[in-house]
Each structure stands twice: as C-alpha cells, then as structure tokens.
Nanobody, 116 residues
Framework: VQLVESGGGLVQPGGSLRLSCAAS????????MRWYRQAPGKERELVAS????????NYGSSVKGRFGISRDNGKNTVFLQMNSLKPEDAAVYYC??????????WGQGTQVTVSS
C-alpha cells in the first residue's frame, strides 16, 4: 500500500490549495479515505473523510464550509480542496486509509503554510 500526497505549499490567508493523494497497492474503490493534519506541538486532527463510493463526506468543525473532499476511483486519487485558508490551517496534511478494518496506512504528508 502506498499513499503519496502532493499539492502543498505556501499560500496567503484567504487563498486556496488543492491537495491530492495518489493511492496504490490496494483496491482503492472499496475503502474510505481520510485527510488528517498535524501542526507543530498539536495532536493529529481528522480534517475530512469520504466513503468508498464518494457518496458521503464528513468534516472537522474547524474546516466545515471551507474544505471539500472528493475522490476519483478511476484514477485512485483522493483530493482535498481547501478554500478561505487561515493561518491556523497551516500543518502537515496526511492521507490515510484503513484496510481490512485493522491496518492503518499513511502517506508521507505534504506541508501547507498559510502566511502573508
């Protein structure tokens, strides 16, 4: 199983970024996917999740209404569209999935910096 995030970078407050996570090594279309983030000195936080078919999504309260999670099962990729970014959104963002209800897999993370 491999999860590879991309799309992070430096953005000004109020700006947007779109993160991608390319998955391989498992049947992507049968598993829910999640985005987490972790800022320095803080615990890892669940940002958003999406069901295997993309039919249902959930968001953390701090990003609801600003972020959107989506997936393309044909391309084995999950996305996180981040709008109206705030300095407190700065963190390393990780893609995650759980296989067979037990095995957790994580990507290497992509850094998002929000600063003017």
């Amino acid at each position: 199983v491999q999860l590879v995030e991309s799309g992070g970078g430096l953005v000004q407050p109020g700006g947007s970024l779109r993160l991608s996570c390319a998955a391989s090594g498992f049947t992507f279309s049968t598993y829910a996917m999640r985005w987490y983030r972790q800022a320095p000195g803080k615990e890892r936080e669940l940002v958003a999740s999406i069901t295997s078919d993309g039919g249902s999504t959930n968001y953390g309260s701090s990003v609801k209404g600003r972020f959107g999670i989506s997936r393309d099962n044909g391309k084995n990729t999950v996305f996180l569209q981040m709008n109206s970014l705030k300095p407190e959104d700065a963190a390393v963002y990780y893609c995650q999935t759980t296989i067979s209800c037990f095995y957790d897999y994580w990507g290497q993370g992509t850094q998002v910096t929000v600063s003017s």
